[in-house]
């Protein structure tokens, strides 16, 4: 029996919607399913190893998903030991106790999406801290090049990366202006991070603590207004005489 054949006899179950372990126990095809989002409804799709892809229907993602996998897309039900989390790791950004399947991506690919699911909600951090915490400061555009084919945005995080000049940047799901939307209900004000940037400032420092951060992250949030100043590189930052943050690293 063909694959076509066989993929045939699954959809046309009596149930009129193709179980778990029919539709993904076969290796023939991942499941799909919609889901709510911050930026509307999406499509989730799944196998017995995890999420392996994310998107907005639309937007060819069968196709897609079908050309970069060569598995097609059958209508079914999340696996129930981890499938009612999905909801969860939408709205939090980050897979949780959702497995993600990655077999699609290069080894490097993986190393930089599952780095991105460690940044924290409500923050962001710029390709260049990617690079760095992964030992390879040079890499930088291969950095952004992985986050731009990441195959699961919103739960790996990606639209938490900004570029270098600390500027938003662009966004694979959609565009530009639905990455400001989800740092705007994230509560990363994505606004302000665009005003640091126009005015050259990548770091903020506690003129208490003498510390200084990434402009989001949550120990630098901690600070009364009137200790908070600016630096446009971390050389700045030690010459005046601070030390890096420890819970976010800036470089």
């Known amino acids: 029996m063909t694959v076509e054949e066989q993929l045939e006899r699954l959809v046309s179950a009596p149930s009129g919607r193709i179980t778990e372990g029919v539709a993904l126990g076969t290796g023939l095809a991942d499941g799909y399913d919609y889901y709510p989002s911050p930026i509307g409804q999406v499509v989730v799709a799944f196998n017995p190893e995890g999420v392996s892809s994310l998107g907005i229907e639309d937007e060819g993602f069968f196709e897609r998903f079908t050309r970069t996998t060569g598995r097609p897309l059958i209508r079914a039900e999340a696996p129930s030991a981890w499938g009612r989390h999905i909801p969860a790791a939408i709205e939090a950004g980050t897979p949780g106790r959702v497995p993600v399947d990655l077999k699609s991506v290069s080894s490097f690919q993986e190393s930089v999406l599952r780095l991105a699911t460690r940044i924290p909600r409500g923050e962001v951090r710029p390709y260049g801290w990617l690079a760095k915490e992964l030992g390879k400061p040079g890499a930088v555009r291969a950095v952004g090049s992985a986050l731009a084919r990441n195959p699961i945005p919103l739960m790996i995080p990606c639209h938490r990366v900004v570029r270098s ?87």
Do not use: W
């Open 165 to 251: 000049d600390g500027h938003m940047g662009n966004y694979s799901l959609i565009g530009p202006e639905v990455k400001l939307e989800l740092l705007e209900h994230e509560g990363a004000e994505p606004g302000l991070l665009e005003t640091l940037a126009s005015r050259g400032v990548r770091l903020r420092g506690n003129t208490e603590t003498r510390i200084f951060c990434h402009p989001t992250c949550r120990a630098l949030r901690r600070s009364k207004k009137d200790n908070v100043v600016d630096f446009q590189s971390a050389a700045q930052a030690a010459s005046a005489g601070f030390r890096a943050c420890l819970v976010c690293r800036p470089a």
